[in-house]
């Protein structure tokens, strides 16, 4: 069975950084597009970012280009969401996403992590 385990949320100041990691088992890494999602109470869950099976190709959500960055390192499983400049509304429990296909996508992933909150103080 395919897992994803996120960790790396918890509580920040405005301005501040967090880097959020995703660890991958159960199915060859480097053959998954990741993507990066959130979601906050009362709110509809939105697309974040993501990134291709190579990490040559990257896709952001207007609300984060400039300051999230997403990467990968296929030789540890791992997918990682570098998060600077934050503001209070990035506010979320950010989750993690898997998906077999080729093409990086915004909706369609297979398989998910259990999510981690952020939480931005003003």
């Known amino acids: 069975q395919v897992q994803l385990v996120e960790s790396g949320g918890g509580l920040v100041q405005a301005g501040g950084s967090l880097r959020l990691s995703c660890v991958v088992s159960?199915?060859?890494?480097?053959?998954?597009?990741m993507g990066w999602f959130r979601q906050a109470p009362g709110k509809e869950r939105e697309f974040v970012a993501a990134?291709?099976?190579?990490?040559?190709?990257?896709d952001y959500a207007d609300s984060v280009k400039g300051r999230f960055t997403c990467s990968r390192d296929n030789a540890k499983n791992t997918a990682y969401l570098q998060m600077n400049s934050l503001k209070p509304e990035d506010t979320a429990v950010y989750y993690c996403?898997?998906?077999?296909?080729?093409?990086?996508?915004?909706?369609?992933?297979?398989?998910w992590g259990q999510g981690t909150q952020v939480t931005v103080s003003s």
């Open positions: 996403a898997a998906d077999d296909g080729v093409m990086v996508v915004r909706s369609k992933y297979d398989y």
């Open positions: 159960g199915r060859p890494f480097s053959n998954l597009i």
């Open positions: 990134i291709s099976r190579s990490g040559g190709s990257t």
